[in-house]
């Protein structure tokens, strides 16, 4: 079955610095890659899509990467803030659409001032 | 503002008690979503209507029902709660099914049992 791992669940970086969080998945083929912010007691908000075509996308201080040889996306928010920290998730369709969306647990990042 | 909302955002209930959970949407999105998170958990989806056909995911328990009355409107009901339940229970639309769909998520209702 679809598996996919994100790098760890906490992640401390130092304000003004670039974080970099990882997707990795198995057992799958993806042609898109989401990834989403998830702050505490909400739900996910749409950050990023990647197609399997692109190398990567940047939206103003996110970056993605799509590698599917080594099936994995980084995803990067350069000049982090404290405002950044959240959860970012990850999240892969099964193909077809017909069966929603398959997500990562997240990694929670930290920015500390 | 279009968005997805659900009500309520804390729901108490008691062991074996069914529950109704709501949600609702002016995105006239075609497709709605329930999915279940559990803390430091991936969102587990368990079911979603495309219109008015609904698709239960394989491993979703009978417990959990759904209905969608009409476009906007979709209800998750859990008929006899066990405190295996208690999460937090995530809604969300989609205009249609196709792969480079993204999601729109409500704020989630939480679920606590008794």
């Known amino acids: 079955s679809q598996k996919i791992e994100q790098n760890s669940e906490a992640l401390n970086i130092q304000e003004g610095k670039t974080a970099t969080l990882t997707c990795n998945y198995t057992n799958y083929s993806p042609a898109y890659l989401q990834w989403y912010r998830q702050d505490p007691g909400r739900g996910p908000v749409f950050l990023l899509l990647?197609?399997?075509?692109?190398k990567e996308k940047r939206k103003e201080r996110l970056k993605v990467t799509f590698d599917t040889t080594l099936k994995q996306s980084l995803f990067h928010i350069t000049a982090s803030q404290p405002a950044d920290s959240a959860t970012y998730l990850c999240?892969?369709?099964?193909?077809?659409?017909?069966?929603?969306?398959?997500f990562g647990k997240g990694t929670h990042l930290i920015i500390q001032p | 503002d279009a968005m997805v909302i659900q009500n309520p955002r804390y729901q108490v209930t008691q062991f074996g008690k069914p529950v109704t959970l709501s949600c609702s949407q002016t995105l006239n999105h075609n497709v709605m979503y329930w999915y279940q998170q559990k803390s430091s958990q991936a969102p587990k989806l368990l079911f979603h209507?495309?219109?008015?056909?609904?698709?239960n995911e394989a491993d979703t328990p009978d417990n959990f029902q759904s209905r969608r009355p009409n476009t906007s409107f979709c209800f998750l009901d859990i008929r006899s709660p066990g405190l295996g339940d208690a999460a937090m229970y995530l809604c969300?639309?989609?205009?249609?099914?196709?792969?480079?769909?993204?999601?729109?998520f409500g704020p989630g209702t939480r679920l606590l049992v008794l």
């Open positions: 990647i197609r399997e075509n692109e």
């Open positions: 969300a639309t989609s205009r249609d099914l196709r792969e480079e769909e993204t999601q729109y």
């Open positions: 999240a892969l369709d099964s193909g077809g659409g017909a069966d929603g969306l398959t």
């Open positions: 209507y495309y219109d008015k056909d609904f698709n």
